[in-house]
């Protein structure tokens, strides 16, 4: 199914009951943002604020669910697209190898299918209003935390040309608002628009971009996919929606948008002109990324439909609607990657605290010794998954997305001092706990179960049981050193154990925690130590593990108390001993003004029973408070 502009999506929303309206006028600056943070963690409908002060209604959360997103792209479930991609990939011709040669073939496959974007010389309905003296303020853009750096454009398709291959891309990079006619293009270095950006400045020339907003859903989708590079993303927006997207001429550069997109921002980046400070925003690591230097994008035209709505989004700590998209890529690249470069693996899933890149499951089907370790190595260097920090690898009858039967999978399959694979390499720009910009360590855990080539000199580690906890003193842990601990893990037979302590105190505690666990635990009892700050709700897993992931260098934060158990440090290490070499970012939440705000206007909004604010929950997490951005 395809639909033209977001109006048609939006009554398709209505229609299935999946849509609350806000009639009365609600504040682009901060309070759409604490509304829509309330809804989506609590697994609410799509909102459409209709009266943000301006001539456009704002359209957010409407990815916020695995059947939203189904109906965005077309489908009943998410699995039905990823089965057609699949049939489409079993007639590929299989003398092509390689994932990039196969997907040269899929235009040539779509063209006889009549799916290939087409470019159509009338105007478009994109373009029925055309602003040639641009002005970003009669855009109900958002600024979604307290210490953002200003307004962003959070949903922005933005539109580049490699100069001289001509080849085109369409990706997804946030847009702070400078002035009325300039934003900053926050396309970081490993994306496309910055190579185009980069092949731009040889040319000496200005670099035409445009962004589109809006139109079908699935657009919005395919700029976010995880394409190999100079593949056109209207190529699979075309095979979601069944249907070739029309694409006209910009009014003011030579550059191709939809027709039925909602607005248009025409305009350039002159590559000699020096960047702009743009950030901070609080991004979807949960954590505020800092400010730095990006291109500035001077606007030249705004064009939009009749009946054009803003869409919106927002980031901050998981879950947010970008978790279902992440579930779509899950689902749709699952076969490509199966068929053209790892045959062995039957599913892979990126659990929602780990933010897509974080922490990747992958489950294969073996066959002989090593292959876990081959999987790691090899899906380590593919496309996006060279930013994943924690790869763990399994094999057998397991559900992935079945967290307590994975973990008892994982201690029963796993020595830890032969199956982690530790490396450094790429990270995501946004990761903040190395030491290094976009550089750092990983893991990839062997989980597979093995076979009699790898279990030769293996140690036979006993599973705990439920009866072992009462032999456990807990006078161990009522120290000065450990704040809280959580043994609930340990008792449903899962060997984990999690503490806090506070980093801020005692700079050398997680030094302290190593030596008391070999003094005490020299037998391994605990095969992993979690320690998290004393600020963290240890009895609460999701937050355990987001701030886990996102807080560690998985190479540098490791440390074997025994051979058979290892401790990793989820502290903050702004406060480890001798400093941090990089500005170390805050939680990103609401402040309370906004929160009482909303608190106050809740029941006159008339979509449903009140929701406590996140924000409450997590504000604690927030050093100095929730004024501050940084942790000194």
């Given at each position: 199914?395809?639909?033209?502009?977001?109006?048609?999506?939006?009554?398709?929303?209505?229609?299935?009951?999946?849509?609350?309206?806000?009639?009365?006028?609600?504040?682009?600056?901060?309070?759409?943002?604490?509304?829509?943070?309330?809804?989506?963690?609590?697994?609410?409908?799509?909102?459409?604020?209709?009266?943000?002060?301006?001539?456009?209604?704002?359209?957010?959360?409407?990815?916020?669910?695995?059947?939203?997103?189904?109906?965005?792209?077309?489908?009943?479930?998410?699995?039905?697209?990823?089965?057609?991609?699949?049939?489409?990939?079993?007639?590929?011709?299989?003398?092509?190898?390689?994932?990039?040669?196969?997907?040269?073939?899929?235009?040539?496959?779509?063209?006889?299918?009549?799916?290939?974007?087409?470019?159509?010389?009338?105007?478009?309905?994109?373009?029925?209003?055309?602003?040639?003296?641009?002005?970003?303020?009669?855009?109900?853009?958002?600024?979604?935390?307290?210490?953002?750096?200003?307004?962003?454009?959070?949903?922005?398709?933005?539109?580049?040309?490699?100069?001289?291959?001509?080849?085109?891309?369409?990706?997804?990079?946030?847009?702070?608002?400078?002035?009325?006619?300039?934003?900053?293009?926050?396309?970081?270095?490993?994306?496309?628009?910055?190579?185009?950006?980069?092949?731009?400045?040889?040319?000496?020339?200005?670099?035409?971009?445009?962004?589109?907003?809006?139109?079908?859903?699935?657009?919005?989708?395919?700029?976010?996919?995880?394409?190999?590079?100079?593949?056109?993303?209207?190529?699979?927006?075309?095979?979601?929606?069944?249907?070739?997207?029309?694409?006209?001429?910009?009014?003011?550069?030579?550059?191709?948008?939809?027709?039925?997109?909602?607005?248009?921002?025409?305009?350039?980046?002159?590559?000699?002109?020096?960047?702009?400070?743009?950030?901070?925003?609080?991004?979807?690591?949960?954590?505020?990324?800092?400010?730095?230097?990006?291109?500035?994008?001077?606007?030249?035209?705004?064009?939009?439909?009749?009946?054009?709505?803003?869409?919106?989004?927002?980031?901050?700590?998981?879950?947010?609607?970008?978790?279902?998209?992440?579930?779509?890529?899950?689902?749709?690249?699952?076969?490509?990657?199966?068929?053209?470069?790892?045959?062995?693996?039957?599913?892979?899933?990126?659990?929602?605290?780990?933010?897509?890149?974080?922490?990747?499951?992958?489950?294969?089907?073996?066959?002989?010794?090593?292959?876990?370790?081959?999987?790691?190595?090899?899906?380590?260097?593919?496309?996006?998954?060279?930013?994943?920090?924690?790869?763990?690898?399994?094999?057998?009858?397991?559900?992935?997305?079945?967290?307590?039967?994975?973990?008892?999978?994982?201690?029963?399959?796993?020595?830890?001092?032969?199956?982690?694979?530790?490396?450094?390499?790429?990270?995501d720009v946004l990761d903040h706990s190395s030491d290094n910009f976009s550089f750092g360590g990983k893991v990839g855990v062997d989980a597979t179960i093995k076979q009699t080539e790898e279990s030769s000199g293996r140690r036979k580690i006993p599973k705990s049981d439920t009866a072992e906890i009462s032999d456990i003193k807990v006078d161990f842990f009522n120290t000065i050193i450990i704040k809280n601990f959580n043994l609930?893990?340990?008792?449903?037979?899962?060997?984990?154990?999690?503490?806090?302590?506070?980093?801020?105190?005692?700079?050398?505690?997680?030094?302290?925690?190593?030596?008391?666990?070999?003094?005490?635990?020299?037998?391994?009892?605990?095969?992993?130590?979690?320690?998290?700050?004393?600020?963290?709700?240890?009895?609460?897993?999701?937050?355990?593990?987001?701030?886990?992931?996102?807080?560690?260098?998985?190479?540098?934060?490791?440390?074997?108390?025994?051979?058979?158990?290892?401790?990793?440090?989820?502290?903050?290490?702004?406060?480890?001993?001798?400093?941090?070499?990089?500005?170390?970012?805050?939680?990103?939440?609401?402040?309370?003004?906004?929160?009482?705000?909303?608190?106050?206007?809740?029941?006159?909004?008339?979509?449903?029973?009140?929701?406590?604010?996140?924000?409450?929950?997590?504000?604690?997490?927030?050093?100095?408070?929730?004024?501050?951005?940084?942790?000194?």
């Amino acid at each position: 199914m395809s639909y033209s502009g977001l109006t048609a999506f939006i009554d398709e929303l209505e229609k299935n009951d999946e849509l609350l309206r806000i009639k009365q006028f609600i504040n682009p600056v901060l309070e759409i943002t604490e509304i829509t943070d309330r809804v989506t963690k609590s697994g609410g409908k799509a909102l459409l604020f209709e009266n943000t002060g301006t001539g456009f209604p704002v359209l957010i959360n409407a990815f916020g669910s695995d059947s939203r997103m189904a109906m965005a792209i077309g489908r009943k479930n998410l699995d039905e697209a990823g089965t057609e991609l699949e049939n489409l990939f079993k007639n590929v011709s299989y003398n092509t190898e390689t994932l990039f040669q196969r997907l040269s073939t899929l235009p040539v496959l779509l063209k006889l299918a009549g799916l290939l974007p087409s470019h159509i010389k009338r105007k478009g309905t994109c373009q029925q209003q055309i602003h040639m003296i641009p002005d970003l303020d009669i855009l109900p853009v958002l600024k979604c935390w307290p210490h953002d750096g200003g307004r962003f454009i959070t949903l922005p398709m933005v539109h580049t040309r490699h100069p001289e291959t001509g080849s085109t891309n369409v990706g997804m990079y946030r847009m702070q608002i400078l002035d009325k006619n300039t934003t900053a293009m926050h396309w970081q270095r490993h994306k496309t628009g910055a190579s185009h950006f980069e092949a731009w400045k040889i040319t000496g020339k200005k670099m035409p971009v445009s962004v589109a907003l809006g139109g079908d859903p699935v657009y919005t989708y395919a700029a976010t996919a995880p394409l190999p590079e100079n593949l056109n993303e209207y190529i699979l927006a075309g095979f979601l929606r069944k249907k070739k997207v029309n694409m006209v001429r910009c009014i003011t550069n030579d550059l191709f948008v939809p027709e039925d997109a909602d607005i248009i921002l025409e305009g350039f980046v002159d590559p000699a002109e020096d960047p702009v400070w743009e950030g901070p925003f609080g991004d979807h690591t949960g954590f505020y990324s800092l400010a730095d230097w990006y291109p500035k994008f001077h606007i030249t035209c705004i064009t939009h439909s009749n009946k054009a709505v803003y869409p919106a989004t927002i980031v901050g700590i998981p879950p947010q609607e970008d978790a279902c998209i992440t579930r779509v890529t899950e689902r749709l690249f699952l076969s490509p990657v199966r068929m053209t470069l790892q045959p062995e693996i039957e599913d892979f899933h990126m659990p929602d605290a780990g933010i897509a890149h974080n922490l990747v499951i992958v489950k294969i089907k073996k066959s002989y010794p090593g292959q876990g370790m081959k999987v790691i190595s090899s899906l380590s260097g593919a496309g996006q998954m060279m930013f994943t920090k924690y790869m763990i690898v399994v094999s057998g009858d397991i559900n992935i997305r079945n967290y307590k039967e994975l973990l008892s999978h994982v201690f029963d399959n796993i020595d830890f001092s032969r199956d982690l694979l530790f490396s450094h390499g790429p990270l995501d720009v946004l990761d903040h706990s190395s030491d290094n910009f976009s550089f750092g360590g990983k893991v990839g855990v062997d989980a597979t179960i093995k076979q009699t080539e790898e279990s030769s000199g293996r140690r036979k580690i006993p599973k705990s049981d439920t009866a072992e906890i009462s032999d456990i003193k807990v006078d161990f842990f009522n120290t000065i050193i450990i704040k809280n601990f959580n043994l609930s893990l340990f008792a449903n037979g899962i060997p984990i154990l999690i503490i806090s302590v506070n980093r801020s105190e005692d700079r050398d505690v997680i030094e302290k925690v190593k030596n008391m666990f070999r003094t005490n635990d020299s037998n391994g009892t605990f095969r992993l130590i979690i320690a998290v700050d004393h600020t963290v709700d240890v009895n609460d897993l999701f937050m355990v593990a987001w701030q886990l992931l996102g807080n560690t260098d998985p190479q540098r934060d490791h440390e074997f108390i025994s051979p058979r158990s290892v401790l990793f440090d989820g502290t903050i290490k702004a406060y480890r001993k001798g400093g941090f070499p990089r500005k170390w970012p805050n939680v990103v939440c609401s402040d309370i003004e906004t929160i009482t705000t909303i608190d106050q206007k809740w029941e006159s909004l008339g979509i449903g029973e009140f929701i406590n604010s996140p924000s409450s929950r997590y504000i604690r997490l927030c050093r100095k408070g929730a004024d501050e951005i940084l942790i000194d």
